[in-house]
């Protein structure tokens, strides 16, 4: 191409930009952005022609049912959605957007004040993730609180507020600002917690996106309160903000030279993810130029960033085999992520390529390149004879670089066009290997992703947020502190070395080795821990016992809520039923519930007839353990660690940890419940019937309480055998977005792994998939018979979790022997 004829057209922005080659990209971008605006408009309740029912102005992730189910409103998604949509609006581009920013911002004022397991309203609800789209909560077991997602909506409702008050509409702007400060006054308290979920919902501490949309709405926020005559909040929001920016510069590795996406968390990754890139795009502020601080499009940082992230994927897919290290390839989250097998998605492709569109607009606006030691390995991958040095865009070799980095983001969007489902549809993902749309379909977040890239390169941009001309203070950053209040947990317990361990970084972040122990006399314990206000937490009590193995109370976990101000006073008892961690059993039954489970299980088939001997026997048991001390009755105790760990060695062999072995079927997933229904895997070595067989081909029943039997117990003439399924909390489990890396759940019991067939085989023909001295210690462990005559089937599923259950049967007319119970 001779650079010498090129033309420099006048734009409606007030510069000259060059008259760019037409490319595929172009034809592309000309097809799919229509296609892109359907798609985000048809999830949109209540006239979307896909959103599955969702209330007036509720946005739904997608309209995926099942594997995954995605009909959920995420405040995330929904506020950079309506972010795209309002920006629109306010530049006069699609009038017709108005009434559903309106009823968007409604349902969104309504969604704030639903209590959740996130909290209330003035109690840490505003963290929630997702609701239902019938705007009420969702209560299932999460990643929570996810901090970014009051950010975002402050922001897109900012932004509206300001072109209303424009319009002379400042009775309406007043109407929204209580709804606008809530989420304000939530990010200048919460943004320094170290407490929250990325953006992926995977991991636990501090996430460089999510503060530095913490950062710009309190920016914005500030302005909009000095417009309306709030000073003092201005000058809150101004203080946080500043401390904010100065806490985003800790995110960079001058070793590496890239951002690391998540500090203050233990998720064992590089750091390099896409969720930095995301950050320059929210961050673009067309009057900040290539500032540093503010991580914009064209800074040195966010090039040399750009340039870290993207090679991390590049040998990693099959799919990139094909592509030079010039070129632009399929992006993915993380190069360590393994949900749906850890595959490129379209709106972490499409962001890399939006980048790169802003950078160029800020450089024909500054009419300069300049090219730093830190940037430079980012200009010489695409223009090899780029050195460190100014360059005028209207040089030869300035006008080189603009075209070869407007290529090279196009590069990123053919990669996309290549692999776009059918009729423009964008999934999730697609297929790391094959390039087939996976996950899923119709994300709203992918076609959004679309339209702000294709927008960035026509260079439609976005207002100024008042990023120009932001500095960190100098010096040390000064975070503010979250108050705290003093929570007192009172324990009854006839254990003498009792500790509470949970969520919160005060309660040691589930980690036993920094559990806070209670004090006092038995049977009565307490502690008193200070905690931050307005906090929902979660936490179980444990026993740390002198052979150092640990014993957890029964599920569910405990669940509180800090209140603004005052005091909390927590009472609770004992749950028995401890988790040994470090053996293999979780469950044990304790042999005080022998005569109750026994009666359970009569009523439960509705027995006419039971062996006289079993009823004896279970007296029997029942009866001597009466006679014991007090202190003989105390729950069971596992075998110690060094003969379990004995025999898990001479059953097998140590193996390590893989995240793609312990993953769920369950979509956008947390650890922590075993209550919640889940997804049975295909597995033609599960013995299936009544008690574990998915309920509508969808899931499976609640894990019982503990109280209840384990094992279900039918007429081989009316069905076969029943293996009860015991999903395990992994602190590790698949999301949405990926693997939980940080547990919001006690750790597991035993390590999934992915054993081949099993080739025993036990009295009845079925599999029994681990070999014998595991099996005993396992039964010892659970204070089981070590008989083989009626085996437990130990057996690892396809995702990791263990299958156990009685190898008989048992027929509803027929006497049994009572050692088929225990």
Partial sequence: MRFGLLVFASSALGLSVPTWPTTEADTFQKSQ???????ILANIGPNGSKDQGAYK????????????????????????????????????????????IYDWIASQTRLQQVTNPSGT????????PKFHINETEFTGSWGRPQRDGPALRATAFITFANDQLGKNKKSYVQSIWPAIKLDLDYVAQFWNAQSGYDLWEEVYGSSFFTLAASHRSLRQGAALATKLGYAPLAKTYTTQAANVLCFLQSFWDPTGSYIISNINSADGRTGLDVNSILTSVHNFDPEAGCDVDTFQPCSDRALRNHKAVVDSFRSIYAINGNYSKSEGVAVGRYAEDVYYNGNPWYLATFAAAEQLYYATYQWIKLGKIEITSLSLPFFQQIYPT?????????????????????????????????FVGPKGGLAEQFDRATGLPTSAVDLTWSYASAITAFDARSFKLPESWGAKGLNPPTGTCQAQPIPKVAVTFNLVSDSTNAYVVGQLAELGVWDPAKAVQLQGTSPNWSVTVQLPIASTFEFKFI??????SIWWESDPNLRYSTPANGTLVINETWRKQPRAVGAVSEHALDHDECHDDFQRELERERMERVSDAARLECDSEHSQRERRPPSARAEWVPIPAAEMQAALDQARPPRSHSHSHSRTSSRRNSPGDLRRPR??????HRRRSGFNTPTNNLTQPTTPAPSQPLIKRKSPTLSEPVTAVRPIPTPSTCTRFGTID????????????????PKQYGSYGVAVGVPLPERMARRQAARCSTSTLNDIEDDWTSDGRWNFGLLGSFDLHDPFPASQLF
């Fill in 33 to 39: 952005y229509s296609i892109s605006k359907a798609g």
């Fill in 121 to 128: 309203v003035s109690a840490g609800g505003l963290g929630e």
């Fill in 742 to 757: 940080r547990p919001t759940s006690p750790p597991l019991d035993s390590e999934p792994h992915n054993d081949p067939h």
């Fill in 386 to 418: 780029a050195k460190v040095g100014s360059y005028s865009v209207v040089s030869k070799d300035g006008l080189g670089i603009l075209f070869a980095v407007r290529k090279y983001a196009d590069q990123f969007v053919l990669v996309n066009k290549k």
């Fill in 57 to 100: 102005g509720v946005v739904i992730a997608s309209p995926s049912k099942e594997d995954p189910d995605y009909v959920y409103t995420w405040t995330r998604d929904s506020a950079l959605v309506y972010k795209l949509l309002v920006d629109q609006y306010v530049s006069g581009r699609d009038n017709s957007l108005l009434q559903g």
């Fill in 679 to 684: 997804r049975l895997p295909d597995d033609p």
């Fill in 543 to 548: 026993r740390k016992n002198a052979d150092g």
